[in-house]
């Protein structure tokens, strides 16, 4: 039975799956559900500085894109940072910990530039007995315009300056949480790690706006006819996440800095996905404000289950293995040949894949083959691209086959050779160019 127990950055959980700081950790009440769900840690919603509390709008705050079996693929919010007194949140932090010692529990935090204030808020959050803080450099609307959150992570230099306050003011783990409005998720990782931080988790929000409201003319959702940017996240940021991860998780400089990942994570495999890209933990919000704490059971489940089956005991057998394949584009083998092939039982003959290829790609799918409606790829104008995949409406319908043998009929090209842009002769740099192999260098054929 696998162990799903991680150490992340000296804290312990029983499992990966932590709420990340947002509505489904800002009091007590949710947060004993979460752990009595079978959560392993959480981030509690961001506290900020003492004094008058945070004012939330009354009118919406969340937005949604849904996709055609009204699923959220992608949620978006102006919510700010707790709303709630920070003493009251602090007695609940530490009655929560205490009750439940065994489950990590972070405290999210944000409070104003200057040491002071950083000082002042960390020696409160010592009293919790917590076991971690999280710098929260990554909330894009509302409190980046009173100098915090993004404001903060979008510059590398005041993400080193706060992450060093905090180390030098508190004896606790301090995870840097990173913003993705930034073209390049490094440098503020760097700073991060040069300030000393223990951890980065990412990704916070990303700058959206969801819609217009084309009878109000105005950004939808709105609020008393006026909308603002808010920040995305949910399933379609995913992508955009588990890209930054692997940025931060393949850069030299950076190896070995401990990562939690966040972004659109609803399933194990999600999750899976994220820890073969390094991350240690992952991080949920938008999953679990959609379905209910309880989908935590079935990402252990799974989890577990999958590790099992892989002969996997612990996360770490498999963290990171995905890592050494991540590359830049200029390593890609431009040799490498598939084409698609169509299983002509389970095609319904919708002809999306024609019509995709014919106006968009290669004109490589017939429609009409002797007169009879007939969907088949003509290999020798396949480039292998991938799109009448995408688009088929059957699950592998359409897949793509390397070929391992003979000559690319489309180029008259021996294929299983390996060249990449770096060797390529139409690359004027290149400085060793490779010619294509030669037939007399091809594989045999397979008897
Ligand atoms: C309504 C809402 C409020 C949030 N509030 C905070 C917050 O106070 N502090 C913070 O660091 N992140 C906050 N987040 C961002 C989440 O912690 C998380 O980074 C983001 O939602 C991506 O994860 P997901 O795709 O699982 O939702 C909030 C997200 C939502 C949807
Ligand atoms: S892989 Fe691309 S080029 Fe080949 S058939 Fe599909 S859409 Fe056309
Ligand atoms: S899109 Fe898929 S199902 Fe539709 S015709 Fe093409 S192969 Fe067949």
Not at 6 to 18: D, E, H, L, S, T
Not at 373 to 385: P, T
């Amino acid at each position: 039975m696998a162990d799903l127990r991680v150490n992340f950055a000296g804290i312990k959980a029983p499992n990966p799956f932590w709420l990340a700081s947002a509505p489904p950790t800002d009091k007590e009440y949710n947060v004993v559900r979460a752990f009595k769900a079978g959560w392993g840690g959480v981030v509690w919603k961001t506290l900020g500085e003492d004094g008058p509390p945070i004012v939330n709008v009354s009118g919406p705050r969340y937005g949604a894109i849904h996709s055609s079996d009204r699923r959220v693929i992608g949620f978006n919010n102006i919510e700010l940072i707790t709303d709630r007194p920070l003493q009251q949140n602090l007695e609940e932090i530490k009655r929560v910990k205490k009750e439940w010692p065994d489950r990590a529990m972070v405290v999210s935090l944000m409070v104003p530039c200057d040491e002071e204030s950083w000082k002042a808020i960390l020696s409160r959050v010592e009293w919790t007995e917590c076991d971690g803080v999280e710098l929260n450099f990554g909330c894009p609307h509302g409190m980046s315009e009173r100098g915090m959150g993004a404001a903060v992570g979008q510059v590398p230099d005041y993400v080193e300056m706060v992450a060093r306050w905090c180390k030098q003011h508190t004896r606790m783990p301090v995870i840097v949480k990173l913003t993705p409005n930034v073209s390049s998720v490094v440098p503020p990782a760097l700073a991060a790690l040069r300030g000393g931080a223990d951890a980065v988790s990412l990704i916070n929000t990303v700058n959206s706006m969801m819609g217009v409201d084309i009878d109000a003319m105005a950004p939808w959702p709105h609020v008393g006819g006026k909308g603002t940017h808010g920040g995305m996240c949910g399933p379609a940021v995913k992508p955009i996440a588990l890209n930054m991860v692997a940025e931060i998780a393949r850069n030299p400089q950076l190896r070995g800095l401990p990562i939690s990942g966040i972004g659109g994570v609803e399933t194990w495999r999600d999750a899976v996905e994220y820890m073969a890209l390094g991350a240690g933990t992952v991080q949920v919000c938008t999953a679990a404000m959609v379905y209910g704490f309880r989908i935590v059971e079935e990402m252990k489940a799974g989890l577990s289950l999958w590790m099992d089956e892989k002969g996997y005991s612990t996360i770490e057998e498999f963290r990171g293995l995905a890592v050494p394949k991540v590359t830049d584009w200029q390593h890609l083998n431009l040799d490498y040949v598939v084409k698609a092939h169509i299983d002509q039982d389970l095609c319904i003959q919708c002809g999306r894949c024609h019509i995709a290829c014919e106006d968009t790609s290669h004109q490589a799918i017939t429609s009409l083959v002797d007169g009879v409606r007939h969907f088949e790829v003509i290999e020798a104008e396949c480039v292998g691209c991938n799109l009448c995949a995408v688009v088929c409406p059957v699950e592998n319908c359409i897949s793509m086959v390397e070929m391992r043998e003979g000559v690319d009929p489309r180029t008259g090209t021996p294929v299983g050779g390996h060249r990449t842009w770096l060797e390529h002769p139409n690359n004027p740099m290149a400085k060793d160019p490779k010619p294509a192999l030669r037939p007399a260098e091809m594989a045999e054929p397979a008897e």
